[in-house]
């Protein structure tokens, strides 16, 4: 069936390191994906999106990879700090349906 | 201007019962969205309307579920006879189309079923 396997569920990070979340979709027809970053009692809000043309994109701490070959996504926030500290959840969307990965919790250590 | 918004915000009911919640898009967005999200789990794509139309309505868990949209506008997504694993908090979200790239999300409903 489709879905999105994200991992890891739960990672703890040193403050100023970075912090890596992977996501593995299942559809090749897929052509954007989005990145959403829910703080706790939060609604969801877009981080960085990347789409089917494009292999890399940089924001300003956070970078995004796709390697569609494999159907892998990865998200990399850089430099780390307490305010990123949240859910982080990656998607694919496709032609009538957004699947989302079941989520990585973020903790940032001080 | 205003974000999108959802009505009620809590909505408490008993197993059984049917419930309403609603979602008001942003202005002009043509693009709307239902999700549900469970305590500690990822987001549940239920249903997306582009205009007042659902390309897709097999996201929705059962025939319990409906949605609707009028006036390419509010939206109402409907449970009937609620059950108890029905609760959750429900999320709209709206985009200026579904290709458009960003979804602004609401607030959502927080379901619970007794």
């Known amino acids: 069936g489709e879905n999105v396997e994200q991992h890891p569920s739960t990672l703890s990070v040193q403050e100023g390191d970075s912090a890596v979340i992977k996501c593995t979709y299942s559809?090749?027809?897929?052509?954007?994906f989005p990145w959403y970053k829910q703080e706790l009692g939060k609604r969801p809000q877009l981080i960085i999106d990347?789409?089917?043309?494009?292999d890399k994109r940089q924001g300003q701490r956070v970078t995004v990879l796709l390697n569609k070959t494999v159907k892998h996504l990865s998200l990399q926030i850089a430099a780390t700090q307490p305010g990123d500290s949240a859910v982080y959840f990656c998607?694919?969307?496709?032609?009538?349906?957004?699947?989302f990965g079941k989520g990585t919790r973020l903790h940032i250590l001080p | 201007g205003a974000g999108v918004s959802q009505s009620p915000s809590n909505k408490v009911t008993e197993k059984g019962k049917d419930v309403e919640l609603r979602c008001d898009p942003i202005?002009?967005?043509?693009?709307l969205y239902w999700y549900r999200q469970s305590l500690g789990q990822g987001l549940e794509f239920l249903i997306y309307?582009?205009?007042?139309?659902?390309?897709?309505k097999s996201g929705l868990p059962s025939d319990r579920f409906s949605a609707e949209r009028t006036g390419g506008s509010v939206s109402t997504l409907t449970i009937q006879r609620t059950q108890q694993e029905d609760s959750a908090v429900y999320l709209c979200?709206?985009?200026?189309?579904?290709?458009?790239?960003?979804?602004?999300f609401g607030p959502g409903t927080r379901l619970t079923v007794l």
């Open positions: 559809d090749s027809a897929s052509n954007y």
């Open positions: 990347i789409r089917s043309n494009m």
């Open positions: 979200a709206s985009s200026e189309g579904w290709s458009a790239d960003t979804q602004y």
């Open positions: 309307f582009q205009g007042n139309s659902a390309p897709d």
């Open positions: 202005s002009g967005h043509t693009a």
């Open positions: 998607a694919e969307r496709g032609d009538d349906k957004i699947i």
